[in-house]
């Protein structure tokens, strides 16, 4: 039973393009984050959310807009799509009372904008 | 500026070696402090924690960490590594700045020969 899910796995798209990214959580956390992983593998965060409310938005383009129906799921959506989008993009999960326990880690969506 | 510096990026071992990972923060608060490691085409799986108590903790897969606040460290290490230890290995320092985030490390490539 997946703890954290993404879904898709890969998407190649063409730049322009608008494209969607879902996120799921299990673990009745608080608390989710969207980070991106670039080619050398530097993870930096975009978002994060507790309890459907935004709380952290680092300078990320307007192009990108999270949304969060209910504390379980926390989704991107990308507009008008560019090369250098491509990177890895993954989401975590954490509950804000046990800050110290980590996150915990989807497996990734792998955007290519071609 | 908070800051998290891994200063080895690329690290090639042979099996039984012994192993050290450098992890330096710039952070004056009071921090958490993690390893992820991550393995090939995988996502983040976390290592092992410090959040307060000795400040010597152990993790999974025989691997240890040691927190020294005077020099702002958090160094991983292992006595004798295996080849299925490659893997890419984060630092991450979560800190309150407002709100509370993470702060990754830019990775540590660990390549293991059999």
């Not at chain 1, 969607?20 to 965060?45: A, P, R, V």
């Not at chain 2, 040691?66 to 295996?82: G, T």
């Amino acid at each position: 039973d997946t703890a954290v899910s993404q879904t898709p796995k890969y998407l190649v798209t063409q730049m322009g393009n608008d494209k969607s990214i879902k996120c799921e959580q299990n673990l009745g956390h608080d608390t989710m984050y969207w980070y991106k992983q670039d080619s050398k593998k530097f993870l930096k965060i975009m978002f994060s959310y507790n309890n459907k409310e935004l709380i952290i938005n680092e300078t990320v383009p307007n192009r990108f807009s999270p949304k969060s129906p209910d504390k379980a799921h926390l989704n991107l959506h990308i507009n008008s799509l560019e090369l250098g989008d491509s990177a890895v993009y993954f989401c975590a999960s954490s509950q804000e009372s046990q800050r110290g326990y980590g996150y915990t880690f989807g497996s990734g969506t792998r955007l290519t904008v071609v | 500026a908070q800051s998290v510096s891994q200063h080895n990026h690329h690290v090639i071992l042979s099996e039984a070696a012994s192993l050290e990972l450098g992890c330096n923060y710039s952070y004056g608060g009071t921090v958490n402090l993690f390893w992820y490691v991550q393995y090939p085409g995988q996502h983040l799986q976390l290592l092992l924690k410090y959040f307060s108590g000795d400040p010597l903790v152990k993790g999974i897969k025989g691997f240890e960490a040691e927190f020294i606040k005077s020099k702002f460290s958090f160094n991983l290490r292992k006595p004798s590594v295996q080849w299925s230890d490659t893997a890419e290995y984060f630092c991450a320092v979560g800190v309150t700045s407002g709100t509370y985030k993470y702060i990754f490390g830019t990775g540590t490539r660990l390549k293991v020969l059999a």
